[in-house]
RNA sequence: GCCGAUGUAGCUCAGGUGGUAGAGCAAUUGAUUCGUAAUCAAUAGGUCCGCGGUUCGAGUCCGCGCAUCGGCUCCA
């Protein structure tokens, strides 16, 4: 007998195995539910509903639409896909072909890169493939048998993966069509499932294995549903980003741009921008002097030899601008030599040892809204998200070995306070030593791991590990936030170093009037504010909060007879010190209004003889065209005032 | 940095196979004074990314460079 549990909600049957498969055991009980599940789970292993469940099995079943249930749609249309792909182009190899988040993606090796004509028959003949349909067969063979198979048919990639697989590993082959692949499985019965819900998305090169010392292969992506209606709805999100790109909604709103002549990845910030990014830093200010920091100024470039001093040099010189000045004509040699700064860490330090400092001090928290160069590889840059010139909201926290604990604590619960502020939830990494390039004894690396460790334990935080991905300096916890896309960022990163304090032999007097080495805590909260405008430009969709509008209210009048009384009350709101513009253009009120719509104005004040006469306005929120009953001016600065309260 | 695609007016985009460029919006001027998402008309506007080459002739073909886009690697 074996257990079966047909849904969440059914309670679980029990039936003779009698060697049926899964599928026809299901089958068996019910014909409808048969189409809603792809795979089944044993003992919390997936397996195909073509296996043989066991006697004593207990057998969950896995819905296509559930997480597990796309990740084996999408991994068996990767299957499919390549089958395409080899039926268009006999030579290319397969190498891997995974489910990833939203889709799956195959890699080949060709002699030629795919072009969009290529994709288009590639999704062509995969259509065809799976209108004509073909089942899935598993096949466990011995290691040998298998890489003889792949060597027959020049397959080295699954070669190469079948060797490094360890022994007594079970290797199983999958073969849909004409397609037989390396694979773990489990896959679907057959491709019935995947009619209309396949779609091939684009073409990019990948490095084998991710490494870029390898050979480039060609990957394609794809995604695939449970259903034609969830794959559309997912095609209609795709094109709803596109809406949202920051890139696109930086032009149309002008807030700054990008320009050839100026330097790839060098932010020009246009007045709406600026201004947007101002009341950002204001904001930043704000909540660091609340919290005991302290704002500090260090200059644009040092000396290169400080740079040496501290390591940047050394494992960061690739992505350093460097700068020589000649210090007169009869200078013979080639002058001193700068670096413009790609952190910020230097200054704070020199600020902390221009005094002798008591533990009485400490902790000393300096803050710097500090704007650093560096110089990234041109492929990486992307609009504001990745640039080469861009301002940190940085700090460096200098404490006791005894004060760090609750120093971390401390700029967990900033990190927390400011996220909640903006709404956006957010998950943790601990990132630990990199395998090469890094500074530091051992003992040190291992007591700030620790430290980061036990803030995370003590605060009940989950986070995952990301093993090698620290600072060159010091181990870190990265925040990574979540936008209203569900897309993941990288913002705030909290990294403690006990390397830097050594270098630049900073210390303290103690109780004990001995000289002790402090710890210095790297962190940002937002990151680079760039990268921050960039998200919440596409997390607003460009329709920023009343607080962050560079333009709060927009003034429209009917016609121009009006503007005399809409100056005036233009002006009573400015001097409130609201963020108003007045629309005195001879156009058409609709046209105003569309205008100021188009632009993301919170709030439209439309005035015509009727507010003239009563002394009033009419407001129009910029959400889906509300109005508000016409009121008088002091009247709606009230109600603006009530609304910033609320933040 | 690597692979591929793209680069035409301020913006969005047209311009089979080579014969010195067009539309809509924006701008300017004029008319219109019009109450909640585009009033009408006229005018002006372009080193067709840059530099070489092929050709009688290049926006169009070739090479190199720059930039952007989609990825990879890297990263705040």
């Known amino acids: 007998m074996l257990t079966l549990h047909l849904s969440e909600n059914s309670s679980a049957l029990s039936l003779p195995a009698e060697g049926k498969t899964l599928l026809a055991l299901v089958a068996g009980q019910d014909k409808a539910r048969l189409r809603e599940v792809v795979a089944g789970k044993i003992a919390g292993k997936l397996v195909d509903l073509q296996s043989l469940p066991a006697d004593g099995d207990e057998i ?38 995974p489910a990833i988040k939203d889709g799956f993606y195959y890699d080949f090796d060709v002699e030629k890169p795919f072009t969009p004509e290529d994709l ?3 999704e062509k003949q995969l259509k065809a493939q799976l209108k004509k349909g073909s089942t899935f067969v598993r096949r466990e063979v011995e290691r040998q048998e298998a890489i003889d198979l792949f060597r027959a048919m020049g397959e080295d990639y699954k070669v190469e993966l079948i060797n490094e697989l360890p022994a007594g590993e079970t290797i199983s082959l999958y073969q849909s069509g004409k397609f037989v692949d390396l694979c773990r499985g489990p896959h679907l019965p057959d491709t019935s499932y995947l009619k209309g819900c396949v779609k091939l998305l684009s073409v990019a090169g990948a490095y084998w294995r991710g490494d870029e010392k390898n050979r480039m292969l060609q990957r394609i992506y794809g995604t695939a549903f449970a259903s034609k209606e969830a794959l559309q709805a997912h095609l209609f999100m795709l094109e709803e980003a596109k809406k949202r790109d920051h890139r696109k909604l930086g032009k149309e709103l002008d807030l700054f741009s990008i320009q050839d002549e100026a330097g790839a990845g060098f932010v020009i910030w246009h007045p709406k921008g600026a201004l947007l990014r101002t009341l950002l830093e204001d904001f930043e200010r704000r909540q660091h002097l ?49 670096g413009i700064k790609p952190m910020n860490c230097l200054a704070h330090m020199l600020i902390y040892n221009s005094h002798l400092r008591s533990y009485r001090d400490l902790p000393l928290r300096y803050f710097e809204l500090g704007t650093v160069h560096r110089h990234e590889p041109s492929g990486v840059l992307h609009g504001l998200l990745r640039v080469r010139c861009f301002t940190q909201d940085d700090a460096h926290i200098i404490c006791t070995p005894e004060q760090l604990q ?5 700029i967990l619960e900033f990190v927390a306070e400011v996220m909640n502020f903006f709404g956006f939830p957010y998950s943790l990494e601990l990132s ?119 333009e709060q209210v927009r003034i429209v009048t009917v016609t121009d007879a009006h503007n005399e009384y809409g100056a005036e009350v233009a002006k009573i709101l400015r001097d409130a010190d609201i963020r108003v513009e007045a629309d005195f253009r001879n156009e058409k009120l609709g046209k105003k209004i569309r205008e100021a719509q188009l632009e993301k ?20 929120l910029r959400k889906q065209g509300e109005t508000l009953e016409p009121m008088r001016v002091e009247k709606f600065i009230a109600h603006l005032q009530d609304e910033l309260k609320k933040l």
Request: proline share 4%; charged share 25%; with cysteine.
């Open 432 to 550: 630990t030593r990199p395998e090469e390039k890094s500074i530091g004894s051992d003992a040190d690396w291992e007591r700030a791991t620790a430290a980061l460790i036990q803030a995370l334990a003590e605060n009940q935080l989950d986070y995952v590990i990301n093993a090698g991905d620290g600072a060159f300096y010091g181990p870190k916890i990265d925040i990574k936030l979540k936008d209203a896309l569900n897309r993941e960022w990288q913002c705030a990163t909290i990294q403690c170093d006990f390397t830097l304090p050594e270098r630049f032999d900073l210390s303290y007097i103690g109780k004990d009037g001995e000289k002790h080495r402090p710890i210095m805590l790297h962190r940002v909260i937002l990151g680079s504010i760039e990268r921050f405008i960039g998200i919440l430009i596409e997390h607003y969709a460009g329709a920023f909060p009343l607080w962050l509008a560079p």
């Open 601 to 620: 104005v919170p709030y439209m004040l439309v005035i015509g003889d009727q507010e003239v006469t009563t002394k009033t306005v009419a407001p129009r």
């Open 406 to 410: 609750q120093e971390i604590t401390g």
């Open 120 to 122: 288009e028959a590639i």
């Open 290 to 338: 609340k919290r005991g920091y302290q704002i500090v100024m260090g200059p644009q470039m040092l000396k290169a030899d400080l740079w040496k001093r501290s390591g940047h040099f050394d494992h960061y010189r690739e992505n350093m601008y460097f700068t020589r000045i000649k210090e007169d004509a009869s200078d013979s040699g080639e002058g001193q030599e700068y």
């Open 60 to 97: 969950f079943l896995v819905e296509a639409a559930s997480e597990e249930g796309l990740s084996v749609l999408r991994h068996s249309a990767a299957h499919v896909m390549a089958e395409a792909v080899q039926a268009v182009f006999p030579q290319a190899k397969v190498t891997i072909g």
